[in-house]
């Protein structure tokens, strides 16, 4: 059973920072990328970062050049560094990760519980 815990959101002021990380577990046979997603209230769950087993990464057009992706592998951890904080960034954020599980080796997409990130002006 793969597991996706996260951790770091909170309330903080226009222009600062906060990092968030998502640990994962579980018995997994690999892990082949994982990310963030963020949803607001009344707007869909839009993809914020990603990064791939390879190490590739990708951003939304709004994040980029203020958050950073990155990745733990010993631990299974996924961060992301979010700098110059906007209140628009305000929203709940969502850890994914694209792994297949020893257990059930035909699924390969899990979600966390999502931690919020409140951005005040």
């Known amino acids: 059973q793969v597991q996706l815990v996260e951790s770091g959101g909170g309330l903080v002021q226009a222009g600062g920072s906060l990092r968030l990380s998502c640990a994962i577990s579980?018995?997994?046979?690999?892990?082949?990328?994982m990310g963030w997603y963020r949803q607001a209230p009344g707007k869909a769950r839009e993809l914020v970062a990603v990064?791939?087993?390879?190490?590739?990464?990708n951003y939304a057009d709004s994040v980029k050049g203020r958050f950073t992706i990155s990745r733990d592998n010993a631990k299974n951890t996924v961060y992301l560094q979010m700098n110059s904080l906007k209140p628009e960034d305000t929203a709940v954020y969502i850890c994914?990760?694209?792994?297949?599980?020893?257990?059930?080796?035909?699924?390969?997409?899990?979600w966390g519980q999502g931690t919020q990130v409140t951005v005040s002006s």
């Open positions: 994914n990760t694209a792994a297949v599980p020893y257990s059930d080796m035909t699924r390969n997409n899990y």
């Open positions: 579980g018995r997994i046979f690999s892990i082949n990328a």
């Open positions: 990064i791939t087993s390879g190490g590739t990464t």
